[in-house]
């Protein structure tokens, strides 16, 4: 038995974890669900009761539908891919590896439901979920900029902030953050990956969500890992570094 108030999160001991977990548990909409991530996961920082959740939220996962477990799911994911934890003293990969790798195939079962045929967001959520499973850094957090269809990079020659936009305002760099309202903001067209060049992780991501129904997503992954350019000094470079120098460890 898990002695909750020997644990702590966000806002103290951990003993109202075990009511929180109750509640959640009867409903994937249930209010406590906030309550929960405010407290084990809070802005990204994790605390020693947020490992112990693990089990339960495995639990849950196994125990409800495909289209009903994101919130368990999205929520163990978020707590493994952070790097923001200061009272670690253990590593969840090894101390929970059973309920690890059962997360990793029911976030599977649940990537490949028909259900998110129609919900893109979503299925961006729960890709990321798996990655944060696989141990992988950097793109198990940052891989729904593709929701925000932006990632804000530093300029590798000239430190300029650019923002890196592919979606609906197009497909170009710029160092306007209003480049959505003004039409005098710079914009430099993206440069986007030949879907047959790409390797590693982005053919991987690419060929996964096109094998799930999800074109626009892979699209989308071909300006993520092309090249941009700075829109203050015309330096090109890889879109996919810049995200990993800024918030790789």
């Given at each position: 038995?898990?002695?909750?108030?020997?644990?702590?999160?966000?806002?103290?001991?951990?003993?109202?974890?075990?009511?929180?977990?109750?509640?959640?548990?009867?409903?994937?909409?249930?209010?406590?669900?906030?309550?929960?991530?405010?407290?084990?996961?809070?802005q990204g920082t994790?605390?020693?009761?947020?490992?112990?959740?693990?089990?339960?939220?495995?639990?849950?996962?196994?125990?409800?539908?495909?289209?009903?477990?994101?919130?368990?799911?999205?929520?163990?994911?978020?707590?493994?891919?952070?790097?923001?934890?200061?009272?670690?003293?253990?590593?969840?990969?090894?101390?929970?590896?059973?309920?690890?790798?059962?997360?990793?195939?029911?976030?599977?079962?649940?990537?490949?439901?028909?259900?998110?045929?129609?919900?893109?967001?979503?299925?961006?959520?729960?890709?990321?979920?798996?990655?944060?499973?696989?141990?992988?850094?950097?793109?198990?957090?940052?891989?729904?900029?593709?929701?925000?269809?932006?990632?804000?990079?530093p300029c590798p020659?000239?430190?300029?902030?650019?923002?890196?936009?592919?979606?609906?305002?197009?497909?170009?760099?710029?160092?306007?953050?209003?480049?959505?309202?003004?039409?005098?903001?710079?914009?430099?067209?993206?440069?986007?990956?030949?879907?047959?060049?790409?390797?590693?992780?982005?053919?991987?991501?690419?060929?996964?969500?096109?094998?799930?129904?999800?074109?626009?997503?892979?699209?989308?992954?071909?300006?993520?890992?092309?090249?941009?350019?700075?829109?203050?000094?015309?330096?090109?470079?890889?879109?996919?570094?810049?995200?990993?120098?800024?918030?790789?460890?």
């Amino acid at each position: 038995m898990t002695d909750w108030s020997r644990l702590h999160h966000a806002y103290g001991t951990a003993e109202d974890i075990p009511s929180l977990l109750h509640r959640a548990g009867s409903n994937p909409q249930d209010s406590s669900w906030d309550e929960l991530w405010s407290r084990l996961c809070h802005q990204g920082t994790v605390y020693s009761a947020s490992y112990a959740v693990l089990p339960a939220l495995t639990e849950m996962a196994r125990r409800w539908a495909p289209p009903d477990r994101q919130a368990p799911l999205c929520l163990a994911g978020s707590i493994m891919a952070s790097t923001d934890q200061p009272y670690r003293d253990e590593d969840p990969q090894v101390t929970y590896a059973s309920e690890v790798s059962e997360l990793a195939q029911l976030t599977e079962d649940a990537l490949r439901h028909p259900g998110l045929a129609d919900d893109p967001t979503s299925y961006v959520y729960l890709l990321s979920t798996l990655l944060s499973f696989q141990g992988v850094e950097v793109w198990s957090e940052q891989l729904d900029g593709l929701n925000d269809e932006e990632y804000e990079v530093p300029c590798p020659a000239c430190g300029s902030e650019n923002f890196v936009a592919f979606g609906e305002h197009g497909f170009f760099s710029t160092t306007n953050s209003m480049y959505m309202r003004s039409s005098e903001a710079r914009k430099v067209p993206l440069h986007p990956q030949a879907p047959s060049s790409l390797e590693g992780l982005a053919q991987r991501l690419h060929a996964r969500a096109l094998a799930d129904g999800h074109p626009g997503i892979a699209h989308k992954l071909t300006y993520v890992f092309g090249t941009a350019q700075c829109a203050d000094c015309d330096e090109v470079f890889s879109v996919e570094e810049a995200i990993v120098t800024r918030w790789g460890s």
